[in-house]
Each structure stands twice: as structure tokens, then as C-alpha cells.
């Protein structure tokens, strides 16, 4: 019998009182994968995040990981269970030093943080080395991000979920953390990653999801999607 999805969105509702931010979603991501979530504002990709890592409960569907109910599971647990966020807008502790913050991502362990995680998270952003002594707040945007990665990676996740590290940085600093990601899916991190800058993502990702008010509306390779024309005109800027 073959193995199930290690994430897997069955029909999942949404809602936020009256509006109802996903309409029943399906969406699988299998152990190894880099899967992108695509879409415009306001297309219930944070929504999405924030419902596999237990912050919002589905008001119908569920959340599977490898194989069992996840929905209605509280936050930290879901992190004991190997699921970390890097989420949106970073949300680094901006009084805390880098190293502080890293030890925060680590707070599901008993003993702490891990020599082996740190010296995994400095060996994979030397920046945050030269800094862990520097308040997180005056970190630039793209090294606030690399934080916000490794912040998460200290929880040893087996699935990371990636909310838009491309915001508000420049390209090259965007191409860097690309990289980047693509190194810790290679050590053998799955990630599910929501972004708007799409050519980035699909170069990344092996499969795609596009999302439209709150439902699936294309589920390819990306290798299909990056030469698709929807996308293309809609998120690639090639109209
Ligand atoms: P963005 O890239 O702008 O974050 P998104 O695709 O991540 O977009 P979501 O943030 O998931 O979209 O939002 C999906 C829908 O839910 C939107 O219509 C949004 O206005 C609504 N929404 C999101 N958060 C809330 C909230 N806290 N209260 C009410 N509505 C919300």
C-alpha cells in the first residue's frame, strides 16, 4: 500500500464570521516535496498556513498529516508533531538577540536548543552567526527573514510551512533565500511555501497550487504552470 500525503488539505472550509476564506480546499504534499501555494491578495493562502499550523480551526474538512487528523490540534503541538511556520511578515522577537530567538523556535524541546540545530542554522545562514549577539529589530529585512527560517528549522520540523519570505526584499536578496530553501528541502525538509513572486517559487517547486477566493483553481507541475498562460499573465507579470 502506498504511503499517504504527509500534508494533506481534504475539502477544507475556512471561515472568518461571515467571510469565508476558503471554500473547501484540497491540497496534498507528499514527503520530499517543495509545493507552492499561488495567488493574488486576499486568496486565503495565509489562511491556509495558519489552519495547517493549528491557529485557525476549519469550520468543515480536515488537515491530515501522515495519515491522522491533525484540525483542532493546538499550535504548539502541532509543532511537536513536525510542523514549523516561518510566517508572514516574519515576526522575528525584535528585542530579543538572534541567538535568543533561535532558542525560542527550540522551546518544544525539554533540554533546549540543540548544538546540532544552531550549528545546522549558522552553517546555512553564516549572516545570522557574525549576528547572534544582535537585536533581532535591527536586523535588515532579508537577514529578519533568515531568522524567521531558521527560527523554525530549530523545531526540526519534517514539514516547514514558508509564508512569503520574498516580501519586501530586493531580488538578489530574494534569489539568496531561494537558494537557501532549496538546500534545507535537499537535507530533507518538505516545504509548503505561499507566495505571490511566483516566478521565484516555481523555480523552486516541483508542484503548484493556484488559488482564487478561496478555492483551487489549477493544480500542475510547475514546469506546466510556469508556462501557462493564466499565469503567466496573472502572476508571472507577462500579460
Ligand atoms: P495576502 O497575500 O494578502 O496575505 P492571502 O492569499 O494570504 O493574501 P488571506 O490572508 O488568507 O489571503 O485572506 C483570505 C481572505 O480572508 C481575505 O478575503 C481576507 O480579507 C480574509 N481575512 C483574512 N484574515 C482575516 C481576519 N482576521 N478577519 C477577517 N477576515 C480575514
Do not use: W
Not at 94 to 102: A, F, G, Q, W
Not at 140 to 156: H, Y
Not at 185 to 199: F, H, K, P, S, Y
Not at 228 to 238: H, I, N, S
Amino acid at each position: 500500500e502506498s504511503e499517504p500525503p504527509l500534508l494533506e488539505l481534504d475539502r477544507l472550509e475556512v471561515s472568518y464570521g461571515a467571510i469565508r476564506a476558503l471554500r473547501g480546499i484540497s491540497v496534498a504534499v507528499r514527503r520530499g516535496e517543495v509545493v507552492a501555494l499561488l495567488g493574488a491578495n486576499g486568496a486565503g493562502k495565509t489562511t491556509t498556513l495558519r489552519t495547517v499550523s493549528g491557529l485557525l480551526k476549519p469550520r468543515s474538512g480536515g488537515v491530515l498529516f501522515r495519515g491522522e487528523r491533525i484540525d483542532g490540534v493546538p499550535a504548539h503541538h502541532v509543532v511537536a508533531l513536525g510542523i514549523a511556520h516561518a510566517p508572514e511578515g516574519r515576526r522575528v522577537f525584535p528585542v530579543m538577540s538572534v541567538l535568543e530567538n533561535l532558542r525560542m523556535g527550540a522551546y518544544r524541546f525539554r533540554g533546549g536548543a540543540r548544538r546540532e540545530d544552531l550549528d545546522r542554522v549558522f552553517g546555512l545562514f553564516p549572516r545570522l552567526a557574525e549576528r547572534r549577539t544582535q537585536l533581532a529589530g535591527t536586523l535588515s529585512g532579508g537577514e529578519q527573514q533568515m531568522l524567521a527560517i531558521g527560527r523554525a528549522l530549530m523545531a526540526r520540523p519534517e514539514l516547514l510551512l514558508l509564508d512569503e519570505p520574498s516580501m519586501g526584499l530586493a531580488p538578489m536578496v530574494v534569489r539568496q533565500i531561494f537558494e537557501i530553501v532549496r538546500e534545507i528541502n535537499q537535507q530533507g525538509t518538505t516545504v509548503l511555501l505561499v507566495e505571490q513572486n511566483a516566478a521565484q517559487a516555481l523555480r523552486l517547486a516541483t508542484r503548484g497550487y493556484v488559488l482564487e477566493t478561496g478555492a483551487v483553481v489549477m493544480e500542475e507541475t510547475a514546469e506546466v504552470l510556469l508556462r501557462d498562460d493564466r499565469v503567466r499573465a496573472a502572476y508571472l507579470g507577462e500579460g
